[in-house]
């Protein structure tokens, strides 16, 4: 590690303890141990205060780090762009913002606008107050009711809570506002615990309960649905075939727009640029935040097709005609600027190939350790994103405590290797373990990956 020694940080440590309010963590504990504090990265690999080493697989801890720690290129073109121009609000232009629109734009066919914003919570809310303008627009205020899916995350805020399938994140933080609806997930691993319409498969059958939920509500009144192209948070749950191509139809044929949470899989992290190019579907909407600077700097982007763009254009005569949102440090060039080298960076690379490669290789040792640990019950994952559910019988497949899965983090982390793992989500089913290694991994990462996994599963299990 270089840089500061664990002596120079007794002050920073201090500093934390008594200032530093963590997310997602409880600080009781901190009263008698100090919070870990990461000072430096390189690679995959990070080291904390006290000079100890990690092999991070779950890229920054919240799956954003996609092309590694200490990019030079990035943070140099950071630097040079903030001295020429670093600040100008969203109602004008700047040159990384145009360069960085128009790169993104050319990876995703079928799309046209992009809207600056700050956090994947935020692109998301965006997203959320076109369809309800829209819907006031265009149907005097009705068809603004929004189907989201269960499992499926999209952010922190209220709103966002409100159209998210985590009961226990959402837990304390009501009411929510109304017009929010849940459809069935598709988790076909669990598909015995929802009941479903008949259909050719289950990939259509869990899309057919879309419908029944439209039907249900009146088509009239649903305006958009937002999924993610996997689940993440959720457990890193892949679509069932047949799935995307029945939702596509749904939604088209009930005029529902179709919002695309990239947050997560947007820019690289399934194997494609972004998730939904997996399945072969068009949205209307997309929203994209971590990887698309992979943490570099804040920015996410709320895309549409120009389609939905023009609907806030059409009639100039109304002064409220046209879309009355800011994002403060959407102006920010910074974001922008990263984004741009970090998409160099994967092209220049050949990242996406690289992720395709080494995620077929991952799953190939997670399917190894499946075999080797009943308490494996699935393996699941789309390139370089996978997870582990855990279960103490395979035939009832009952979830093992929230409590064991802690353990083999802790386990991990005392071989010095970073996972993550679905934590206080939904009541009882916080069991899968998560991997979403940088990008740029080799098969020795992974290799030490698994190796500590298979220790910590037979550390807690046996």
Known sequence: MDGATPNDLTQVVTADKAHVWHHLIQHKPFETADPRIIVEGKGMRVWDHNGKEYLD???????????????ERIANAVR????????????????????????????????????????????N????????QIAHKRYGGKKHKILYRERDYHGTTVACMAAGGHDQRNAQYGPFPEGFIPVPHCMEYRADAQTLPHGATYG???????????????ADTVGGLILEPVTAGGGVITPPEGYWQRV?????????????????????RTGTWFGYQQYGVQPDIVTMAKGVASGYAAISCCVTTEAVFDMFKDDTSDPLNYFRDISTFGGCTAGPTAALENMAI????????????????????????????????????????NGLELVSDRTSKLPVEEAQIAAVLGECLKRGTMIGATNRSFKGFNNTLCFSPALICTKDDLDQLTATVDEALT???G
């Open 57 to 71: 697989t779950v890229s920054g801890g919240v799956w954003t780090v996609n092309v590694g720690y200490g990019r």
């Open 248 to 268: 596509q139809e749904i939604c088209k044929k009930y005029d529902v727009l179709l919002m695309i949470d990239e947050v997560v899989c947007g820019v690289g």
């Open 346 to 385: 994967i092209e220049e690379e050949n990242l996406l190939e690289n992720c395709n490669t080494m995620g077929a290789y991952l799953m190939d040792a997670l399917q190894g350790l499946a075999e080797k640990h009943s308490v494996i019950g699935d393996v699941r994952g789309k390139g370089l994103f």
């Open 204 to 218: 259509e059958a869990a899309a057919n309960a879309i419908e029944e939920v439209i039907l249900r509500e009146g």
């Open 125 to 132: 809310e965006k997203g959320f107050k076109m369809i309800r």
């Open 459 to 461: 550390a807690v299990f």
């Open 80 to 123: 040079d762009q903030l001295v020429k121009m670093n600040y100008f609000a969203g109602t004008g232009g700047s040159i990384p913002g145009a360069l960085f629109a128009e790169r993104l734009i050319s990876k995703m066919p079928g799309m046209s606008r992009v809207y600056y914003a700050n956090s994947g919570s935020e692109a």
